[in-house]
């Protein structure tokens, strides 16, 4: 399992969020960041001269899945929150060592499936016959 870190631009949350839902990526938080990257945050202009903003406000995506749906999800996050600019973020990935749901006590793997989520739609692909199952 992997957390998936993504810390993108505000305006991009519904960006971010339709396309994470269209491929199936169900559980997810996000929070409220400020930061700054290379280039240290922005000078503004003010009335009475420029002043520096250092850290900037950012929103952080959080994900934990399992290893195979990082790339797909990576690759969707880039893609919907990319501007092309200076500032668009950064995705860090991690390694997840166990996650438990409180309720049934279901551990790893089975604390992170959901109905009709990326891997359920996968399977289902898998029994229609349309997808090989993976090695
Ligand atoms: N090393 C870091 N560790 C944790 N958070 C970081 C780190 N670097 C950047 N961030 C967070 O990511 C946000 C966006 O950073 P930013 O996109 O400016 O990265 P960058 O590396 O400067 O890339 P770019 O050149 O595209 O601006 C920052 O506002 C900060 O919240
Ligand atoms: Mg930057």
């Known amino acids: 399992m992997k957390k998936i870190e993504a810390i993108i631009r505000e305006e991009k949350l519904n960006d971010v969020k339709e396309?994470?839902?269209k491929i199936g990526i169900v559980g997810m938080n996000?929070?409220?960041?400020?930061?700054?990257?290379?280039?240290?945050?922005?000078?503004?202009?003010g009335r009475v001269g420029t002043y520096q903003v250092?850290?900037?406000p950012r929103l952080q995506f959080n994900i934990v899945l399992s290893d195979h749906n990082v790339e797909k999800t990576v690759?969707?996050?880039c893609d919907a929150a990319g501007s092309g600019k200076?500032?668009?973020g950064l995705i860090f990935v991690y390694p997840v060592e166990n996650?438990?749901?409180?309720?049934?006590?279901?551990?790893?793997?089975?604390?992170?499936?959901y109905p009709d989520d990326?891997?359920?739609?996968?399977?289902?692909?898998i029994v229609a016959g349309v997808l090989q199952p993976e090695p």
Not at 118 to 125: K, V
């Open 75 to 77: 690759a969707t996050i």
């Open 99 to 113: 996650v438990i749901r409180i309720r049934t006590g279901e551990r790893g793997r089975a604390a992170l499936t």
């Open 118 to 125: 990326i891997d359920a739609r996968r399977e289902a692909g």
């Open 54 to 56: 250092d850290m900037l």
């Open 19 to 21: 396309a994470l839902k």
């Open 30 to 45: 996000i929070s409220e960041v400020r930061g700054h990257g290379r280039q240290g945050g922005i000078v503004l202009e």
């Open 86 to 88: 200076p500032g668009d």
